[in-house]
């Protein structure tokens, strides 16, 4: 021992005979010796040096027991014992691998039960329960905080030595005799710890050791069973007579049988040679026959196997590992446990296991303390049922509610089993423990049937009756029975699961039985894609329908005068200052849902919106000015009808990470159907028939000789149900199952047996009958079969393409000839669909017409009309699917995105939401958030994200082109996921040639000028798809980097950087990615880079050229004068002339709009009007080019108004404006004119507000 420690404990006193003597010093000794508890290293050095001096035995229970009346001593040593006697689990989180740290763990162990053994005395359960009492007997008000400390301190230290484990090799004990732990048991009887615990389980007052003290009655019974304890004291009934004379048989016709064998071998006369024999058809090594050189009375048990080495089974194969057998304690230890159950039950349960549900829904208690819950259910419910049962004593835990509870903890033990493979062990004693109060359950609601209260009759019914209408219950052993593993799950789960789906099963059939019709619930989980609210429909927003509306709100403003009451206007408030939207999106919304009401007609709350939104936003008059008259108001509202406003999503409180949060969850969610249906037992029955809920039942009949009768007779039912019932006895029909039938019937205690004996030899029967008539009966035993193989083996093979080919006739094939050339043409998502119940024949299927179409040959092949499935089929998972994913979640956790490199890598192709679900409940992640993409934000960034929602407001209402990617339906975006899932794959393949071959690539790269004919459709379609933004941003940055190279005259390759939240969702877009290829963009070429480059190759006219190809309407543009450098004024013309022509209805539109809503402030900008660039327009133009220009310059003028209204200096910020647009269009004479002259305007002030900031 250190010699610190050494010295302190002698400073605690000295032991002399039964007297203990302590030191000045002990209890600032005791002190330092929880000071050194608190600091031991991981080998537990501490704790092991005071359990090898005895310190509990020797010093700390004798000085609790001659010196309790000094408080703080007292309560010193309480506290240290509760630190000394804590399980070794506990010390060392889990049972060490390594043998040093195990050797550690085995010696912690070892020092418990020595404690323990010092325990089982009344002196000292006497002191703990003297103390215990005089702190119950305060009241709530007298009782302090130390108090309540010392009651949880003396409840942890029992519990702590009940749970210190027994010593298998110093306790060999046989039943009845006592052990340490009934010692204990009896300690706590006889000095009254037991009834203070009853006390604590029933007082209203003390339900916060609620917890604590099912503990310890878990641990108090932790060797007893319910059986054991209701027979303690009682003569045996006549049926446990009757069972054991039953064993007693069997156990006599096997011992007669041995003795027989032997009798049998014996020779009438001693020979010292055994002689050899020639085993006539048993062929040996080579073709001869066998040669036997043994005792023929021996030849029954030859097998080639002998001498052979016995393989070793991997332990990963390995079956489970039993936990060990239940004793039977002493008799008076037994008499008290059972008097301690019937008070407990009488008085307890119900409140008890009230408070601890609680607890646990609450989430109050620490990880695994259900089990507890789960054991308690069990055994008390148990007891009760064998001492005369009443349903008052256990009505708390016999409702829906607690089989919806287990059932819950059953699919989440199994999850776990699954996925912490470590743990396993553990996970499949909390499944088991959940399946026996599962279990329980069902017997508690038949003993209820049997019941003479006709009430509990009736609440069983009601109770069954839930049970069986939802398919969670129904179909919770199917499943179970499906998963069985051997390896992880131990035989006495399988026995507790066998017998559980017979009591159930049994209840089922009759509770149908005495009914015509049973009604059940049929939940059917349809899972499709989520694309959001759709905009209104065009037919809604017409100018006619416009034209209509507005005659009505005109009509309805005039009539009132323009005056509102005052509840309308106090009751508008466009502003919501407890938002987190930003001020100017919320401007943006103000002016959505002034629209909003103007479409269904509601003129005074439109006009009281505008008001106060006026007064909430007075700056820049962007809903009028102050002194605005009515008429003004008037045509601001009706400009405001007829505009495209841009409709976001409603505001999310964080922006970011709910952002995330929607596109995992909203991408894919699951619609569950439910519906019901007339249940049918024999139906439910056919279930059962598979291979894999077969074999658990067959692997259970092997143990046929240690099961008990009950255990066999439930699998001799399901079997016969099988067999019989089903008609289903050929897929029992398997070597295997042939050679178990032969050990049964040569069993000499067959006749115990009778019932499997009787079951072998009729599957027998039915099996020599059939290879009578298929010869090939004898082969199908080495399979399993499932109902098909059955239906063929018993009926029939099928020839090859018998029966699969349907006649058509000459007219049929006409008709349906006829119905596809008409249809063929015709966008229509599936043609065969189509064709379908257009078919004078009814019954054609889709296969069907599949065939015959190729067949004629109308389609080249069946893919070609091939039904597009939505979302994705694949639900379970393999454990190589899940070990995939957990290496691939290694490999890339650290990644910026990573659930997109899963999805790019996983081999069985899954939609994000079941990836994240996989994630979630394999434990890899805690929550959704740590796999959104990691960005980083700056400042800056920040607060050019609030100005993009007002520049992209005006971009919508000066667009060009209609932008509605919404109208589109859910078929068409099914279609455009598929479109682009198929061509991930050439992509990847593309991409990774250009890895390979980045020196070729750079080279050689495509010319942007030769590919623009090409890029205007793929443009035009992420124009619609609203990707304007990230089109904007691509323009700008190969003008910036064609700028920069003409001024340094060095070309480096310059990284396309996504900064914004749009840009970076832009590189994620396949069709994004095709658009940078054309343009001769080069993706990463290794793992070290991660973005997009723009080669260093292309020349500054090509890098212009491909930037002017990123305009809106540049796909119209034909010929060479799109490459032209040198301005013209006629071309410059005709090209105002061809925008003027597009725009001519949609562009008014929005130009009157614009001007409606700035209608007020062209007075105070006039100065700013006179002052806008109008040099790129030549004097020469007719006059529809310019009104075209003066439009184009009003809504340039007004951009940068509604940009700078936040800032301070709008004049100056103009000024600078002008002058960098002036200086721009006189040095660019290399530069491309066939971008629009607003779109240049547009580039120079974001480059001015970049250089800016």
Request: charged share 35%; hydrophobic share 35%.
């Amino acid at each position: 021992m250190n010699c610190e420690l050494l010295a302190t404990c002698s400073a605690l006193g000295y032991l002399e005979g039964d007297t203990y003597h302590k030191e000045a010093d002990c209890l600032e000794s005791v002190k330092d010796l929880i000071r050194y508890l608190r600091h031991e290293d991981d080998t537990r050095d501490v704790r092991q040096q005071l359990g090898a001096g005895q310190i509990v035995q020797n010093d700390l229970l004798p000085i609790i027991i001659q010196h309790g009346q000094e408080k703080a001593l007292f309560d010193a040593c309480i506290r240290l014992m509760v630190n000394l006697t804590q399980p070794a689990m506990l010390c060392f989180g889990k049972v060490p691998d390594d043998p040093v740290f195990r050797h550690h763990f085995l010696q912690v162990t070892s020092h418990l039960q020595a404690c323990k053994e010092a325990f089982a005395s009344e002196a000292v359960f006497g002191i703990l329960s003297e103390t215990l009492y005089t702190l119950l007997q305060l009241d709530w008000e007298q009782r302090q905080e130390e108090d309540n400390l010392l009651i949880e301190r003396i409840l942890l230290l029992v519990r702590n030595v009940l749970h210190v484990p027994a010593d298998p090799c110093e306790e060999k004990k046989v039943d009845d005799d006592a052990s340490i732990h009934d010692r204990l048991l009896w300690a706590i009887h006889m000095s009254g710890f037991d009834d203070l615990i009853k006390f604590l389980a029933s007082a209203q007052s003390e339900q916060q050791w609620s917890m604590h003290v099912l503990e310890v009655i878990s641990l108090m019974f932790r060797d007893q069973t319910p059986e054991a304890l209701v027979s303690a004291g009682q003569a045996r009934s006549s049926e446990e007579k009757h069972r054991d004379s039953q064993e007693l048989e069997a156990l006599r016709q096997k011992e007669h049988a041995a003795k027989r064998s032997r009798t049998l071998q014996r020779g009438s006369r001693h020979s010292r040679f055994g002689g050899s024999y020639v085993v006539e058809g048993l062929k040996s090594i080579g073709d001869k026959d066998v040669i036997y050189h043994r005792n023929v009375h021996n030849f029954k048990s030859y097998t080639h196997d002998t001498g052979k080495a016995v393989r070793r089974v991997p332990k990963r194969n390995r079956q489970a590992r039993e936990c060990k057998d239940k004793r039977r304690s002493a008799l008076n230890v037994r008499l008290f446990l059972r008097e301690f159950c019937a008070d407990f039950l009488e008085n307890c349960y119900n409140r008890l296991m009230y408070l601890v549900k609680e607890s646990l829904v609450r989430e109050q208690t620490q990880q695994h303390d259900e089990t507890y819950y789960l054991w308690a259910l069990s055994f008390f419910m148990a007891f009760n049922r064998g001492t005369g049962f009443r349903a008052d004593l256990v009505s708390e835990t016999m409702s829906i509610r607690a089989f919806h509870y287990i059932e819950r903890n059953i699919t989440n033990y199994y999850e776990m089993l699954l996925t912490d493979r470590k743990e396993a062990t553990s996970w499949s004693r909390r499944m088991h423990l959940a399946l026996k109060a599962y279990q329980e359950l069902l017997l508690t609601v038949n003993e209820m049937d049997c019941s003479q209260d006709e009430s509990i009759r009736q609440s069983s019914s009601v109770i069954k009756s839930n049970i069986f209408y939802l398919m969670e219950y129904r179909e919770i052993f199917l499943t179970l029975l499906r998963k069985y593993d051997e390896t992880r799950q131990p035989h006495s789960y399988l026995k507790d699961l066998v017998e559980s789906t017979h009591l159930f099963l049994r209840m089922l059939e009759r509770f149908c039985k005495g009914r015509k019709s049973l009604m059940v619930q049929k939940k059917k989980v349809r899972r499709k894609r989520s694309h959001g609210k759709k905009k209104p429909s065009a037919a809604d927003t017409s100018p006619e329908a416009l034209a209509e509306i507005w005659k009505v709100v005109e009509e309805e403003l005039k009539a009132s005068g323009f005056q509102l009451s005052e509840s309308l206007t106090e009751s508008m408030v466009p502003f919501d200052a407890t938002s987190e939207t930003p001020l100017e999106e919320q401007r943006t919304e103000a002016m959505v849902r002034v629209q909003d009401a103007l479409l269904v007609r509601l003129a005074p709350e439109a006009l009281g919106l505008l008001r106060a939104a006026r007064e909430v936003w007075p700056e820049g008059d962007v809903f009028g000015s102050a002194d605005v008259e009515p008429e003004e108001e008037l045509e601001l509202l009706k400009q405001i009808l007829h505009a495209n406003l841009p409709r976001s999503a409603p505001p999310e409180p964080a922006a970011e990470e709910d952002d995330d949060a929607a596109e995992l969850e909203e991408e894919e969610f699951e619609s569950v159907q439910v519906s019901e249906k007339e249940f049918d037992f024999l139906d439910f029955i056919k279930r059962f028939s598979n291979p894999s809920i077969v074999r658990p039942y067959l692997l259970l009949l092997k143990s046929y000789s240690k099961n008990t009768p009950h255990t066999n007779h439930c699998i001799a039912r399901m079997l016969h149900r099988l067999a019989v019932d089903l008609k289903m006895d050929a897929q029992i029909f398997q070597l295997s199952v042939f050679n178990l039938f032969n050990k049964i019937l040569s069993d000499p205690a067959a006749a115990a047996y009778k019932e499997l004996v009787t079951f072998a030899k009729f599957v027998l029967n039915r099996f020599f009958s059939l290879a009578a008539q298929n010869n090939k009966a004898y082969v199908e035993l080495l399979f399993w079969k499932n109902v098909g193989a059955v239906r063929e083996m018993t009926e029939g093979y099928s020839k090859d393409g018998e029966g699969t080919k349907p006649t058509w006739t000459e007219e049929e094939e006409e008709e349906l000839r006829n119905l596809y050339e008409e249809h063929r043409h015709s966008e229509v998502p599936d043609i065969v669909e189509t064709l379908l119940p257009l078919l004078s024949n009814s019954t054609r299927t889709r296969r069907h017409v599949v065939m015959q179409l190729v067949h004629m040959g109308l389609v080249e092949n069946a893919k070609a009309l091939k039904k597009q499935k939505k979302g994705t089929q694949i639900v379970l998972w393999t454990e190589e699917q899940e070990e995939e994913l957990q290496m691939l979640y290694e490999e890339y956790k650290d990644s910026d995105d990573v659930l997109g490199n899963l999805l790019k890598k996983l081999t069985a192709k899954r939609s994000r939401a079941r990836v994240v679900d996989k994630l979630l409940s394999m434990g890899l992640v805690s929550e959704r958030r740590e796999l959104y993409k990691k960005r980083s934000r700056s400042a800056h960034e920040k607060s050019s994200r609030k100005r993009m929602t007002e520049e992209e407001f005006l971009d919508g209402l000066t667009q060009g082109l209609p932008d509605d990617p919404d109208d589109r339906d859910d078929d068409d975006d099914d279609e455009d996921k598929e479109e682009d899932e198929s061509e991930e794959s050439d992509e990847d393949q593309e991409q990774e040639r250009e890895t390979q071959n980045g020196k070729r690539r750079i080279q050689s790269p495509p010319s942007p000028v030769a590919r623009r004919p090409d890029v205007g459709p793929v443009v035009y379609a992420l124009r619609q798809e609203d990707m304007s933004g990230p089109l904007l941003w691509l323009q700008n940055s190969l003008y910036t980097t064609a700028e920069d190279r003409k001024a340094d005259g060095l070309a480096l390759a310059v990284p396309l950087v996504p900064l914004s939240e749009a840009n970076e969702d832009a590189m994620d877009n396949k069709s994004f990615l095709r658009l940078l290829r054309k343009l001769g963009m080069r993706p990463p070429a290794n793992e070290q880079e991660t973005f997009w480059r723009i080669p260093e190759n292309i020349s500054v006219a090509q890098l212009r050229s491909a930037a002017a190809a990123l305009s809106p309407r540049e796909e119209e543009h034909k010929g060479s004068g799109e490459h032209d450098g040198s301005r013209s004024p006629t071309g410059e013309s005709q090209e105002e002339e061809e925008e003027e022509e597009e725009e001519e209805v949609s562009g008014e539109q929005r130009a009157q709009a614009l001007r409606a809503l700035l209608l007020t402030r062209k007075r105070k900008h006039h100065t700013l009007e006179h002052t806008a660039p109008v040099s790129d327009f030549s004097p020469t133009e007719d006059a529809d080019d310019t009104l075209e220009r003066s439009r184009e310059k009003t809504s340039t003028k007004r951009s940068r108004v509604l940009d700078d209204d936040d800032e301070e200096e709008n004049g100056e910020d103009s000024a600078m404006a002008a002058d960098v647009e002036t200086n721009g269009d006189s040095d660019s004479d290399g530069e491309d004119i066939s971008a629009p002259v607003k779109r240049r305007r547009k580039l120079v002030l974001i480059d001015e507000e970049d250089d800016e900031d």
